[in-house]
């Protein structure tokens, strides 16, 4: 049966430091969800107390009114994965092995053959079936991101969160992992959170986007409601134009200068000459 997330005026500290304030959002089956907004905005922050990484000040994170807290670990991993921003690995282990760990939560002693199906299922589901044997820390990042977004799924969960997927990424594989997150939803029926710091992509991926600002929500709706030039001025501290793209979604044009930025840094308008030894 399929998950409905409901975060309930969340709020959490780092000791006597507030990141997050007051946060409500609900996510409803088969959507896509991005949280975006400035360095420092609580976003992955959100994510982890989601995932219950970090304990928020009460009990505000409910699945199918469930709070999450009354709910035990094992059970949630089997509701809900998470990708976290980096997923390094020192250690040899082959692409099976990492997807195959996404089965914990259904193991008791031994690996079953329903286990190692499911894991290679996903392998192909995701179309790095050929990567199976290969050993994770050789591979690309791009690579990389799809075995770990594979080991989530083998989880079977139904609420998927993934903090900054596209991160350090090519401009293909950035659009290749969003269209794999957007599938999952429409296709499987889950329900994706999405951390993402670029706008545009989070525009035409998302169904509904929430923006924050110093931890707090300050617009959610869909990418029209939430991408405006005003939203973005106010959060961003930076100038924009919003035009619609010819996917019909709003796209995000910076209009700040180059003399700007060297101003508000008191960069040198010159750089000095290096001194040449004689």
């Known amino acids: 049966m399929a998950l409905k997330l409901v975060i309930d005026n969340l709020s959490f500290n780092y000791a ?44 505000t994170i409910l699945i199918d009114g469930r709070c ?5 670990i094992k059970e949630m991993s089997k509701l809900m994965g998470y990708v976290p921003q980096s997923s390094i690995s020192t250690f040899p282990f082959t692409v099976f092995d990492i997807v195959l760990m996404g089965r914990r939560p259904y193991i008791n002693w ?9 894991a290679a299922e996903m392998l192909d589901f995701l179309g790095i079936g050929s990567l199976a044997m290969r050993h994770f820390n050789e591979l690309s990042g791009g690579e990389q991101q799809k075995v770990v977004i594979a080991r989530a799924l083998a989880q ?34 889950c329900s994706v959170v999405v951390s993402i710091h670029d706008l545009n992509l989070a525009s035409r991926f998302s169904d509904t986007m929430v923006m924050l600002k110093k931890g707090r929500i ?27 793209s010819l996917l019909d979604k709003p796209q995000v044009v910076p209009l700040i200068s ?13 750089a000095p000459l290096p001194t040449q030894r004689l």
């Open 156 to 189: 079977q969960p139904q609420i998927l969160l993934f903090d900054e997927p596209t991160s350090s990424l090519d401009i293909k594989h950035q659009l290749e992992i969003l269209c794999i997150l957007k599938s999952l939803a429409q296709n499987l029926s």
């Open 258 to 270: 180059e003399d700007r930025v060297v101003r508000s840094l008191n960069l040198p308008t010159q």
């Open 218 to 244: 300050f617009a959610v709706g869909s990418p029209e409601e939430v991408l405006t030039e005003e939203n973005i001025a106010a959060v961003y501290d930076i100038k924009c134009k919003v035009t619609h």
């Open 68 to 72: 999450t807290t009354k709910i035990s």
């Open 16 to 59: 006597s430091f507030a990141v997050l304030k007051d946060i409500n959002i609900k996510v409803d089956v088969g959507e896509v969800l991005s949280i975006v907004g400035p360095n420092g905005s609580g976003k992955s922050t959100l994510l982890k107390c989601i995932n219950r990484i970090l304990k928020p000040q009460r009990d």
């Open 110 to 118: 031994n690996l079953s053959e329903n286990d190692s199906r499911i």
